[in-house]
């Protein structure tokens, strides 16, 4: 079996665990709806936080308010772009909603589902590049490198080329204007990252 079989069968594999996993069921309290968007090859392997409330029901990423600032203002994308698994592969730390804390805040994402599922998915899809949405998903890919030292410089994952982006969440404005370099230059240099990887070959 050659190198891209056994990619291709971890990767089916992992993603048919996932899609039938409900061990946080207890914990959440309701039933778990894992989101799970890509294939063994996208070019680029995007990891967030956890899906929000709007994505628990409609099971599609970044379609809510967050996604609309990612795609139409910050890649300035289309969905069909977006959205085409040859091009992204989009993962968080968690498949599923986790639900709201007291103060009607989304639960921290449960870390099982990184150490369980998504270190496994990140090593078997043959993408170009990554970017990793958001000061939790950057935690646990770089410690306790500054966030702010993650942002503005080029990563490495894997080997490959990593960007680092704030949340996109509208709740995340204060971050956005206090760093106003990142709409001014940084996003251009991801935004060219980006497209080019989706027009490449
Ligand atoms: S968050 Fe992850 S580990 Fe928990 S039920 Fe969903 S897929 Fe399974």
């Not at 490959?160 to 704030?166: C, D, F, H, I, T």
Request: proline share 5%; charged share 30%; hydrophobic share 35%.
């Amino acid at each position: 079996m050659g190198r891209k079989e056994v990619i291709l069968l971890k990767f089916e594999e992992l993603k048919t665990l996932v899609e039938k996993c409900r061990i946080c069921e207890e914990k959440f309290g309701f039933e778990p709806h894992p989101v799970f968007w890509g294939n063994e090859n996208s070019k680029i392997v995007q990891i967030s936080q956890a899906p929000s409330s709007t994505v628990h029901k409609v099971l599609k990423p970044f379609s809510d308010a967050s996604g609309k600032i990612l795609k139409y203002e910050w890649y300035q994308i289309s969905d069909e772009e977006f959205y085409d698994t040859n091009n992204f592969f989009i993962g968080a730390m968690a498949h599923c909603y986790p639900g709201k804390d007291k103060n009607g805040n989304d639960k921290i994402p449960p870390k099982c589902c990184f150490d369980k599922w998504v270190k496994e998915e990140v090593k078997a899809v043959n993408n170009e590049i990554y970017v990793i949405i958001g000061a939790k998903a950057s935690k646990a890919f770089f410690g306790d490198v500054s966030f702010e030292e993650l942002v503005f410089n080029d990563q490495i994952i894997n080997g490959k080329k990593a960007y680092v982006l704030p949340h996109p969440s509208p709740l995340n404005r204060k971050w956005i204007k206090d760093h106003p370099l990142f709409l001014e230059k940084r996003i251009k240099e991801v935004r060219n990252a980006v497209k080019k990887c989706i027009n490449a070959r």
